[in-house]
């Protein structure tokens, strides 16, 4: 399905710039095309990393929620081409997300996030460790609010 995007965005695009009739340096060019070359390298990459994800052995729980991110970067061409409505979409992103919740801590310690991230919220003792250290406001100020009514 992935695959599918990625040939169906890049054929699009094709035929516009068809269309178009014009060249990759004119205002048409760069008003209707060049703002789609993100979202089309993407979906390449995306069709490409699923298919490699699935050969290297990731869990299918991992590969169904891959799927429905990246699902949700274009839920109207999902809908529309791939028949899968806008309801049926968050139905099946909640299924994937509840298969791979028992998952997560495993998922988590297997990444060795520690490694990568340097912010205290990592951990419950680092993170009570920074928040100890922030300074500490005190006063016996009371704030004075007008009353107000909002309109409707």
């Not at 490699?52 to 081409?81: H, I, N, Q, T």
């Not at 919740?101 to 990568?116: A, E, V, W």
């Not at 003792?125 to 100020?141: D, F, I």
Request: hydrophobic share 40%; glycine share 4%; net charge negative.
């Amino acid at each position: 399905m992935l695959a599918r995007h990625a040939v169906a965005l890049l054929e699009e695009n094709t035929q516009l710039f068809t269309s178009l009739g014009c060249d990759h340096r004119s205002d048409s060019f760069n008003n209707l095309l060049l703002q789609q070359s993100q979202p089309v390298i993407e979906a390449m990459g995306h069709a490409s990393a699923y298919p490699a994800a699935l050969k290297a052995g990731l869990p299918r729980y991992v590969l169904d929620l891959f799927e429905c991110s990246v699902m949700r970067l274009d839920s109207a061409w999902y809908s529309e081409y791939a028949g899968i409505n806008r309801l049926d979409q968050r139905l099946r992103e909640d299924a994937a997300i509840s298969s791979m919740i028992p998952h997560l801590s495993t998922l988590l310690s297997n990444i060795n996030i520690k490694q990568y991230v340097s912010a205290p919220i990592i951990t419950d003792e680092q993170w009570k460790n920074y928040v100890n250290q922030l300074p500490v406001s005190t006063g016996n100020a009371v704030p004075v609010l007008k009353q107000f009514h909002s309109m409707l």
